[in-house]
């Protein structure tokens, strides 16, 4: 985004520290502390109110505040004004009145964050001239509550910013405002400033004026007071908007008049007409009426689920899920390189078993007693989406008491179903939900709304689902309509993926007739494995697999492994490190997820199972893994699908051999949390290991020695890309490293590992969580 060493802004001046201005100066002040340099060197703050002032300042969110604009905003190279659009116009005299006298460089980018922007722009045009460097701006994003109290670094993130620049703004200016407003979060799309103001009329403005001139009419009544005393949701819902600030919105009509008083007169025109079908009883035409619209307000709400939602998780859980959210914002792992490794440790309960107890539980006739239960945000994102459909679900640390409902008990969210950042989680419960008899939607964050869901989209509209990818490219959201009869299908697997053939198993439990999954190779069977458990009747017969809708689930009991895909990091960590080694107690062995151990042997690694065992049908084993002198292999690819999770951190193991190893066969990675193969290929080329990456794997030049625990990685700054399992990796890496290692975007370490940095410093690590 910028070359790391300059900021992209030397000053910031925002004019305005009310809800958006704030928001903003927080957002940056965040993006600024999670990049390894700054976007902006200084930000400043013009405000009339003294004491948002100062909160700000000893918020440490700006370095200088006042409410003169020419004190200020001297020498800013950004201004951003954020105040009501009627008082622009004289800011931008005060700021041109800086420019003359030499305060505020001639060519400093100016912008602003009002809803019209014709009047704006207009105003611009006559104080500044043509040419000049000011570009509208305006974030569709709000809040209820004004003032500086209310702010909200995340404000922003997955909202629109629309930019209204004109033939004659200079590129570079609006390109790097719109790279500003993008690492806060928003997604920058640009228009003409007459097509916004337009678009803002009918979509904002008018929504606005109706709510204030209905909750107005309604207030003149003799009796309001009766009248608000038995008004139900739909007016609370309608009316919410009338709540906003009089002197903003009185401002936003009468700068866009024009496209409002256009609006107006075909909402009237409109409403007449509507007035007219009632008053005829004319019920055809009314049912069309309605029809359209409840149809165009559900795809509207589909769109609207892009955004994440960040909802407090019900009964016992909603502790847990504002305690992860408040720890993990804009989070950094500093290592210090350490190479002894030693101890025993446990490591927390198997992901993929996790999300299937509570399906198949909540799916299942009597109550479910679940130990071990991985207490990561994606499997309690899979927990609310079951507690949201009407599932009583009570948990107590690791251990969770579900209430199943039956196959046929679920009951239709009230909002969309928020996966945040869990795959498995959407792709499963797309199969579950396409049998159902509501309409569903399910959405999730910035990093799964880039995954690819037509992969499971596409054979359950085979079985008569009817699924739509309401994001680009078939991704997230994902918006299913219900009622539909399923019908069994026999469906080869492009891939090996343990993800699309669970869904596919899922939907066959409510299609008619016997529905037949062919892989490529073997994936991970824990659906397989549970589903017999419930007592569900499921065939497998080498890669084929066949299960007869219309059965039921009976309540079981189901103990929790510990997660070999965590545990693989500790294993790999121990074979590189120096000191005793490590071993991790109750460890899942299903076979079909030992890949990691078996590759890890083929290149040399110590490595010992011990008290093996047979719980709740998954078997389990402690793990004892010493220092091991490494060699570069080349991966059978028939062992891929037992270790594809599990890949980053061999990536490591393989830098850290002698020689080359070479995987190939594993495209599936490139559309997992990231893109594994490229992001780690960039991470280890920042740390000095040399990779060519390939289209479905890669080759990394190993630097070990043989007989040696020599550095092999330098220090450095990697991105994860919000992708746990890369952060996890590299913090392992820091066991071989010269320097300090900083890995940004380590929040998502929750999804899957929550006490992970902690546990790796009681083996000898050194990470400082920031």
């Not at 219900?482 to 492009?494: R, S």
Request: negative net charge; aromatic residues 6%; charged residues 20%.
């Amino acid at each position: 985004m910028h070359d790391g060493h300059k900021p992209m802004f030397e000053h910031l001046c925002v004019i305005g520290l009310g809800l958006i201005g704030a928001s903003f100066v927080q957002a940056v002040y965040h993006a600024n502390q999670r990049l390894g340099s700054p976007l902006v060197g200084k930000i400043t703050a013009v405000d009339t109110n003294p004491k948002s002032i100062k909160d700000a300042i000893a918020a440490g969110l700006i370095q200088d505040g006042g409410d003169t604009v020419s004190a200020v905003a001297a020498g800013a190279d950004l201004v951003v004004i954020a105040t009501p659009v009627q008082s622009v116009e004289s800011i931008m005299q005060t700021l041109k009145d800086a420019m003359n006298a030499g305060v505020l460089p001639y060519d400093a980018i100016i912008s602003d964050v009002g809803s019209t922007k014709v009047s704006v722009q207009q105003a611009a045009d006559r104080i500044f001239g043509l040419g000049h460097h000011f570009i509208g701006g305006h974030p569709i994003a709000g809040a209820e509550n004004s003032g500086f109290d209310a702010r909200n670094g995340e404000l922003f993130v997955q909202h629109k910013l629309i930019l209204c620049p004109t033939p004659d703004s200079p590129a570079d200016a609006v390109a790097k405002l719109a790279k500003l407003w993008q690492a806060v979060g928003a997604e920058v799309i640009q228009m003409d400033a007459s097509r916004h103001d337009e678009i803002l009329a009918y979509t904002s403005h008018l929504p606005h004026l109706l709510a204030f001139s209905l909750t107005h009419q309604l207030a003149s009544h003799d009796d309001n007071l009766d009248i608000f005393r038995y008004a139900a949701g739909g007016f609370r819902d309608f009316s919410r908007i009338a709540a906003s600030h009089p002197v903003m919105w009185h401002d936003i009509f009468i700068a866009n008049k024009s496209a409002l008083l256009q609006s107006l007169d075909e909402f009237q025109a409109h409403l007449s007409e509507f007035r007219q079908i009632i008053a005829n009883e004319d019920s055809q035409t009314m049912l069309d009426w309605l029809g359209t619209a409840r149809h165009a307000r559900r795809h509207f709400g589909h769109m609207l689920a892009k955004k994440p939602m960040y909802k407090p998780y019900s009964s016992t859980i909603s502790k847990d899920k504002d305690a992860i959210k408040d720890t993990i914002m804009n989070q950094s792992y500093h290592i210090r390189p350490q190479n002894t490794i030693a101890g025993t440790i446990s490591v927390p309960g198997d992901k993929s078993i996790s999300h299937r107890s509570i399906m198949f539980g909540s799916l299942a006739d009597g109550i479910t007693q679940v130990s071990g239960f991985l207490q990561g945000e994606d499997a309690l994102s899979t927990l609310q989406a079951f507690v949201d459909m009407g599932v009583k679900i009570e948990r107590q640390g690791d251990k969770v008491t579900i209430h199943g409902v039956g196959v046929d008990g679920l009951s239709a969210p009230a909002e969309p179903l928020d996966m945040g950042n869990s795959g498995t989680s959407m792709r499963l419960l797309a199969g579950i939900l396409s049998a159902q008899p509501f309409d569903s939607v399910m959405t999730g964050d910035v990093s799964l709304s880039k995954r690819p869901m037509e992969r499971v989209a596409k054979p359950l509209r085979q079985m008569g689902a009817k699924i739509q990818s309401t994001g680009e490219k078939g991704t997230a959201p994902l918006s299913i309509t219900g009622g539909q009869a399923l019908n069994a299908i026999e469906y080869p697997l492009p891939v090996a993926s343990a993800q699309i053939k669970s869904c596919l198993i899922l939907a066959a439990m409510w299609a008619k007739g016997t529905t037949t999954i062919i892989e490529p190779e073997v994936s991970r069977d824990h659906t397989e494995r549970m589903l017999k458990a419930f007592g569900y009747p499921i065939s497998v017969d080498g890669n084929k697999i066949s299960i007869t809708g219309g059965g039921r689930l009976t309540a079981t009991d189901i103990i929790v492994p510990a997660d070999i895909s965590s545990a693989a990091f500790f294993m790999v960590l121990a074979a590189i490190g120096g000191g005793e080694g490590l071993t991790i107690e109750k460890v899942g062995m299903n076979p079909t997820r030992t890949g990691v151990i078996d590759i890890l042997r083929l290149m040399g690694a110590d490595i010992r199972l011990s008290n093996e065992a047979v719980v709740g049908g998954e078997p389990i084993a402690d793990i004892t893994v010493r220092p091991s002198d490494l060699h570069g292999i080349e991966i059978p690819e028939s062992l891929v699908p037992l270790a594809i999770d599990e890949f980053p951190v061999l990536f490591i193991a393989a830098s850290c051999a002698t020689g080359t190893t070479k995987l190939t066969g594993a495209k599936e990675l490139r559309v997992k949390e990231s893109d594994r193969i490229q992001v780690m290929a960039d991470g280890l080329a920042t740390l000095g290991v040399d990779s060519t990456v390939l289209e479905d794997g890669i080759i990394i030049q190993g630097k070990g020695v043989a007989g040696e625990k020599n550095a092999i990685f330098g220090g450095g700054v990697i991105e994860s890309h919000h992708d746990h399992r890369i952060a996890m990796s590299f913090a392992v890496a820091s066991s071989r490293a010269t320097d300090d290692i900083i890995i940004h975007g380590t929040q998502t370490v929750n999804t899957s590992f929550p006490g992970f940095a902690e546990l790796a410093n009681q083996v000898g690590l050194a990470i400082e969580v920031k």
